[in-house]
């Protein structure tokens, strides 16, 4: 099946950076959110990192305004109905992934395929709550979408082949590398990274070292190209927790145990860059560490 018309749920970070790269592939792309302040943040991104590439001498002009012109945006689902391909990336947390996917469904046409990019939850059980659970595949962007070269593919339990190589073509078509990954919590890039990530934030939960120090360690330290705290941030600090939780229920292994303190940050609504307040203050010219 070849995929033309593309629909994006949630204009989040990542649901925006899915829009760009498809739009500038050639794909025509819908994103939808509840939220119309999202949307208009979502386009101005986009812009935004479209004229950073035309800058860095990627893109031409003319790339730019021809993919701005094949994004649409809605606040109504229903919109999405005629997509070839619909591409999940609201909120991680399942019962919202849920309830899009069941108020889709009426609009659908029977050859759309549904995708999630979510960063851990069982792509089985959520395929199995759609009425196509063989049409139905994780589709894991990196964040910032323009910039990170791989896609995770993962597989449910049902997902059948054409739907595979169909989307291993549409990875392809975007210049990307896929990776497959098997349906286990986080699959293979959040299961490595984010107890990393959840281990840097015991570090400084316990005092081993203030953010800066741990940060710094690990750049120079392991050659990281962004400190884990700083990485964090950037992930955002509730998909951070959500992956742990994730992790921890479903290997049932404490070494998995969402550290306190991320909890914490996660309660006082301190979310990292989004909100521009986690491990570092974003408010001023340069980001000051909280601790
Ligand atoms: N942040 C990352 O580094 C990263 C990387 C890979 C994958 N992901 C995954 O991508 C997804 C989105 O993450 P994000 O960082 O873009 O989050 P985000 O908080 O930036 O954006 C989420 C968006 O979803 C919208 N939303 C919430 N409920 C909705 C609904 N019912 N219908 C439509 N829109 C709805 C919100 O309004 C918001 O705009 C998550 O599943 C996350 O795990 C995140």
Redesign the pocket.
Known sequence: MEIRTVGV????????GIAHVFALAGFDVTI????LD?LAR?REMIGCNLDRQIARGKIAEADKDAAMARIATTTT?SELGPSDLII?????RET??I??FEDLQPHLRPETILT??????SITRLASRTDRPERFMGL????PVPVMQLVELIRGIATDEATYTTLLAVVERLGKTAAPAEDFPAFIV?RILMPMINEAVYTLYEGVGSVQSIDQSMKLGANHPMGPLELAD???L??CL??MNVLHDGLADTKYRPCPLLTKYVEAGWLGR?TQRGFYDYRGEIPVPTR
């Open positions: 749920v949630g204009a989040g970070q990542m649901g925006s939808h959110d509840i939220s999202a979502a689902l999940e990336a609201a909120t991680e919202v992934k309830a899009i999630s990019n979510t960063s851990s939850i894991h962007f990196m964040n959040n950037f992930i955002g509730d998909t959500a992956i989004k």
